[in-house]
C-alpha cells in the first residue's frame, strides 16, 4: 500500500518530522520550517513547469502510505546542482615533488576546493522513517526518484551524482571538520551543518583556502575518515554502486563524506525500464512474479508503486485495479517498469580508490 508522488503543502509538518529524525542531519533538509515552505513551492513550481534543460529546479517526492494517509519519507532531486551556487567539493588529488639533484620524489596526496560537480542533477534529502530502513520501500524511495529521470531526460543532466554523510564520533561530531573546516570557521561541525542548510553557500568560496590541502599536514583522525560514509548510510551507499554509480574523487568539504557520480545511461533502472500497456486482472488470477517498481506517464501527477512483474503473452503487463487506481492509470495505457532487485555491486576498485 506505499506510493511515491510529488510533495503536496499538506506533507509540511511530515516533513518537519522527517528532516528533525534524520540521522544524520541533512545540510539539504534542514529541519527549518522557512526553508521546508521553500522546498515544497520550488518543488511543485519545478513539476509544473515545461522544461527543455536542467536549470534551478528541485523535485521533491514523499512516500505515502496509501491505508494510513502517512507521510514516511522523502526524497529530491536537484536538477542543477549549482544553479543558484557553485556546489562545491574536494577533490582529491596527487602532487609529485622531484629533485634529480638530492634523489628524492615523493607523491603527495592533496585536497584541493573544486565546483566541477556544479553540473550535475543531484539527488539528495533522502530520510525515511526508522520503520521501514531495511525494507523495499527504502528502495522504492530512493530509485523512484530515476524512474521520473528516465521518463523526462531533458529536464536533468546526463550525468548523476549523490553525496553521502561522512564519519562522525560517537559525539557526532567530524574529525574531518576539527583539522580542516575548524580553522576558518568560529564554529563547530554542527552549526556549520546548519548554517549551510538554511542560508546561501556563497561562504564556502569567500572563507575556505583556495590553495590544495596536503593531506600529510591533517591529523590522523581526518585522514582516516576522507570518502567514509556515515555507519548510517552504508547500505544506502552499497545500493547506489550496485545501481552503476562509482565513487569519484570529490569528496564533501565538511566531513570528507563520499560522493558517487554517474552517466544516467549506465544506471541499472534507466537501462532497464520498459514500457508495457495495462491489463486489469483479479488479484487471484495473476501469476507469481519478480516485484518491479512501475510508474505512470503523468509528471505533475507522477506516481510509483511496488507490484509483480506479470507480465501476458502479448507483453502486457497484468495489474489489480487496485493497483491501477494507485497510478492513476486505465486499462491500454502504457506505464514504466524496473527491477526492484540490483546485481552485487562489483568488488572491483573505482575511481575513488585508485
Request: aromatic share 8%.
Amino acid at each position: 500500500m506505499l506510493l511515491i508522488r510529488p510533495v503536496k503543502t499538506d506533507d509540511l509538518p511530515a516533513l518537519e518530522r522527517l528532516a528533525a529524525r534524520a540521522v544524520p542531519p541533512l545540510t539539504n533538509l534542514p529541519a527549518h520550517r522557512e526553508r521546508l515552505v521553500e522546498r515544497i513551492a520550488r518543488s511543485q513550481e519545478a513539476f509544473s513547469r515545461d522544461i527543455d534543460a536542467p536549470g534551478d529546479e528541485q523535485y521533491t517526492f514523499v512516500l505515502e502510505d496509501i491505508k494510513g494517509g502517512d507521510v514516511l519519507g522523502t526524497a529530491s532531486i536537484r536538477a542543477h546542482a549549482g544553479a543558484q551556487d557553485a556546489y562545491y567539493t574536494y577533490r582529491r588529488e596527487t602532487l609529485i615533488h622531484a629533485s634529480q639533484q638530492l634523489n628524492v620524489r615523493r607523491e603527495v596526496e592533496t585536497l584541493a576546493l573544486s565546483h566541477e560537480v556544479s553540473e550535475a542533477s543531484l539527488l539528495c534529502a533522502f530520510t525515511l522513517d526508522a520503520r521501514y530502513k531495511g525494507t523495499p520501500a527504502e528502495s522504492l524511495l530512493r530509485r523512484a526518484r530515476l524512474m521520473f529521470i528516465a521518463q523526462y531526460p531533458e529536464r536533468f543532466s546526463t550525468t548523476l551524482a549523490v553525496a553521502f554523510p561522512g564519519y562522525l564520533d560517537e559525539k557526532g561530531e567530524s574529525p574531518f571538520w576539527a583539522s580542516v573546516g575548524q580553522h576558518f570557521f568560529a564554529c563547530g561541525y554542527e552549526a556549520i551543518n546548519h548554517i549551510a542548510g538554511v542560508r546561501s553557500k556563497s561562504f564556502i568560496a569567500e572563507v575556505m583556502p583556495q590553495f590544495p590541502l596536503y593531506l600529510p599536514l591533517l591529523t590522523d583522525e581526518a585522514r582516516a575518515v576522507i570518502g567514509h560514509e556515515h555507519p548510517a548510510h552504508e547500505t544506502a551507499l552499497q545500493e547506489m554502486l550496485a545501481e552503476g554509480f562509482t565513487r569519484s574523487r570529490h569528496v564533501d568539504i565538511f566531513d570528507a563524506g563520499p560522493l558517487v557520480e554517474a552517466q544516467r545511461e549506465r544506471l541499472e533502472t534507466c537501462r532497464k525500464a520498459a514500457w508495457h500497456p495495462v491489463r486489469l486482472r483479479p488479484a487471484s488470477t495473476l501469476p507469481k512474479a519478480e516485484p518491479v517498481m512501475i510508474a505512470n506517464q503523468k509528471r505533475e501527477g507522477f506516481r510509483c508503486i511496488m507490484a509483480s512483474y506479470a507480465l501476458s503473452l502479448t507483453g502486457q503487463l497484468m495489474l489489480t485495479a487496485e493497483h491501477a487506481e494507485r497510478l492513476g492509470v486505465e486499462e491500454g495505457r502504457a506505464v514504466l517498469a524496473a527491477p526492484l532487485a540490483l546485481p552485487s555491486a562489483p568488488n572491483v576498485l573505482d575511481e575513488g580508490e585508485m
